[in-house]
């Protein structure tokens, strides 16, 4: 990243989290549902969302500036969604964009960071979790989280089954596997997949929801507690992690790639999709900033780079541990294999 040089670039920075309020603000008032099928005036707006018309203007106007929604200023009048808003942040079968930005990324996590400044002093007080087994020992709160992870898993797992061949595969692992998106999703691409989903006994109980919606509940089994203590099937195909290594410390991750070997049948492979940096730790700035945000509810977590996912991998057995792109600019995806025996 080019070191800053002008007051603006500053003030982009300082005040960005007033541009993320305002999307989650539309994403609450379900603003991009409401322009789903074209554009809308300011009071039929205001009667969709049940906002007060002068707010709701001000609100439309930021919107705007940011770029999430176009006004209208010709022959029509109003306001639409740009397409990138109409692509990501209106509902489609699996949610929405808006959907994990509302519940998760706004309700859960920003309130989180209020105190960074404190946790990152080691004062672990101020927080109300400590880490994820005690937040979603709270039923409430891993519900909200992973039915909302699932809408924005849902691509993620489209693209994952594109790029990586499982056929041959009859059995899957998929630690810290949530709501089931990556599950799911490779069960319906592989007719002969079968999937474990290993997670929190609150997550899994959203988990079995979703699978039962997919009926997939034949295909599609769990193992419900913390990956660092209970017991993992073996003689697993594949072992897929999707966002699990920045959720626990640097060396819980080093521990979930030795179980990950060891449940694995010889010649198996484990798939590490998450945010890394790079490895001079530089950037880029999505998952340096998700890392640090992961950090206020993560005790001994760091930025994932390449280099250290390789290295437990090495350490942990694994032959020619390798990591492309995944979502540019933000995850990547790391594959190795067990020796063939
Ligand atoms: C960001 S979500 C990702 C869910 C899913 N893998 C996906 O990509 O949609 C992280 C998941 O990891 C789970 N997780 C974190 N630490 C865990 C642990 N120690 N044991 C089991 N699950 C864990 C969380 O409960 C959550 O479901």
Known sequence: MKPLETPEEIFRIAFGYMASKALFAGAHLRLFDALADGPRSLSELAATTGADERGLSTLLTALVSTGL????????????????????????????????????????????????????????????????????????????????????????????????????????????????????????????????????????????????????????????????????????????????????????????????????RPGGQVLIHDFMVDDDRCGPPLPALWALQHFAFTPGGVALTPGFVTGLLDEAGFEKPEVGPFIPGMTRLARARKAAG
């Open 69 to 264: 929604l176009e006004k209208l200023d010709g022959a029509e009048e109003g306001f639409r969604n740009a397409p990138a808003s109409q692509t990501m942040l209106v509902s489609g079968p699996d949610g929405s964009f808006a959907d994990y930005c509302r519940d998760q990324v706004d309700r859960q996590m920003y309130p989180f960071l209020h105190n960074l400044h404190d946790v990152l002093r080691g004062r672990r007080d101020t927080v109300p979790f400590q880490d994820y087994a005690s937040w979603f020992a709270d039923a409430d709160e891993a519900s909200l989280y992973s039915e909302s992870q699932h809408a924005a898993s849902a691509p993620a797992a489209a693209l994952l089954s594109a790029l990586v061949d499982l056929s041959g595969c009859r059995r899957l692992l998929d630690v810290g596997g949530g709501s089931g998106a990556f599950s799911i999703t490779l069960c319906r691409q592989h007719p002969e997949l079968s999937a474990t989903i290993l997670d929190f006994p609150n997550v899994v109980e959203v988990g079995r929801r979703f699978v039962a919606e997919a009926e997939l509940t034949d295909r599609v089994d769990f193992v419900a507690g913390n990956a660092l203590e209970v017991a993992w099937p073996k003689e697993q195909d594949a072992v897929l992690f999707s966002y699990v290594s920045g959720s626990v410390s640097a060396e819980g991750v080093g521990e979930l790639y030795r179980r990950a070997h060891r449940a694995l």
